[in-house]
């Protein structure tokens, strides 16, 4: 069995961050400072896409950070956004909350868990957000969520920001605007997600406009920092990092597809859905053709390691495959070259630079 380094889902991981801000108390030891636990004010900036090991890359072009602490954390697994935010805004884990990944198998169909679609079109009406996921983000409370207006009105968003109050915006200049309202109203908790990193990641990888795009994120840390009142604090975090693939890109064997009742996950995360029978065989194919770029593993054996956390509700559990492929190359498994997204950089697996995030916190003293 391969040695993966499985997030501490007890410890410094994502889902431990809303909790310990809200209850004002350390899940684990050591890895959010005390002044920012003690803070009657919290910002939690959350940048999707940036991993711990960009972060370190690319500090030079983030001078605003250089006054925070900097810590590295694991996300969950899979390293992907719906995942990983879930996990953050309910602060549990994948095998409690049960949105195990980016596409979902439901019955005969698989649910695009962003676009909250499926084959058939928009789901929302035969998936119901609150009960497909049904935990409570916040730990119950309703606090000011500053993110995408376009969001809104989303089955994502029912799913994992529900019952907050949504702050949406349109513009990257009104992040900090509203930022600085929420604060003044009196909010002690204040949820900001920007996406910006991962869209140029996806589309343009690791070049110029990658790091165009991290002088923009550089402004808006600034922006917020400027926003808060002494003692409060901005804690700055991501859902994963990513992994430049480009063109190279892996078609998943035939032998294998034809093998299986369906797939889903992503490209570097790829779920086998078959028959008890066919587990076996799919396994030796799978191997065969894709055990040089990817590790194959059986349900059991991820849900032994405890990857998606050890408590599996019944739900979480249904909506895994037999067989999993987790690439450990610079590749994506997809089932043909010439359909799908054309993404540059991407993320998915478990590789430290997908694995690991930044943990930085700042405390307006």
Known sequence: MVDIDVPDYSGACVNNIVPALIQHK?????????????????????????????????KYLLPSLADFSDNVIS????????????????????????????????????????????????????????????????????????????????????????????????MVSSIAVEVGSALRGGESFVYVYYDGLDKVGHIKGFGLHYEAELRQIDHIVQSIVEELPK????????????????????????????????????ARFVWLHAKDQQIERIIDAATEAHGEVAWVFT??????QGWFGRDI?????????????????????????????NLVARHGSVTDEERLVPLLALKNS
Request: glycine fraction near 10%; aromatic fraction near 8%; proline fraction near 6%.
């Open 313 to 341: 509700s019944e739900a979480a559990r249904s909506r895994l495959g037999q067989v999993a492929l987790v690439v450990h190359a610079e590749t994506a498994l997809v089932p043909d070259k010439k359909s799908g997204p």
């Open 26 to 58: 350390e899940i684990g030891e050591g890895w959010i400072p005390n002044e920012i636990l003690e803070s009657n004010q919290v910002v939690l900036l959350v940048l999707d896409g940036l991993g711990y090991e960009q972060y370190c890359r690319y």
């Open 75 to 170: 996300t969950v697994f899979p390293t992907t956004t719906s995942t990983a935010l879930t996990s953050i805004t309910t602060g549990s884990t994948p095998g409690e909350h049960g949105i195990v990944g980016y596409k979902i198998r439901v019955g005969s169909e698989t649910l695009n868990i962003l676009r909250w679609t499926t084959e058939s079109g928009p789901a929302a009406a035969e998936i119901e957000p609150q009960q497909f996921q049904p935990i409570i983000p916040f730990n119950g409370e309703s606090p000011t969520v500053i993110s995408p207006a376009a969001f809104v009105d989303g089955g994502f968003t029912a799913a994992h920001l529900r019952h907050t109050n949504y702050a949406g915006y349109w």
């Open 299 to 304: 349900v059991h054996d991820l849900l032994n």
């Open 231 to 266: 003692g409060a604090s901005l804690i700055i975090t991501a859902d994963h990092g990513m992994v430049q693939v480009g063109e190279n890109l892996t078609e998943i064997s035939p032998d294998v597809l034809n093998m299986a009742t369906g797939i889903s996950g992503e």
